[in-house]
């Protein structure tokens, strides 16, 4: 038996190619890299607010009295399907 040589993984990857197809296992990829990019933009915005909670009352006061205009922000009005 043994481990599996490089025939053995072409002949499985033939296999799955012809059982899903190539558009919908390239949608799986792109959607795996963008689960991938999300996470790591959430671990990065996890420590952020971390270091917010270390900063000093005062600060975080001040900061709560002027509203931060967010740059990532659209203001739109949601339209019914048609």
Do not use: R
């Amino acid at each position: 038996m043994g481990t599996f040589s490089i025939w053995h993984w072409l002949i499985v990857l033939l296999i799955v190619v012809m059982v899903f197809g190539t558009k919908k296992l390239k949608n799986l990829g792109s959607d795996l890299g963008g689960a991938v990019k999300g996470f790591k933009d959430g671990m990065k915005d996890g420590s952020a607010s971390e270091d917010k909670a270390a900063a000093p009352p005062q600060q975080v006061a001040n900061a709560a009295a002027a509203p931060a205009a967010d740059k990532n922000t659209i203001d739109v009005e949601a339209k019914p399907k048609s």
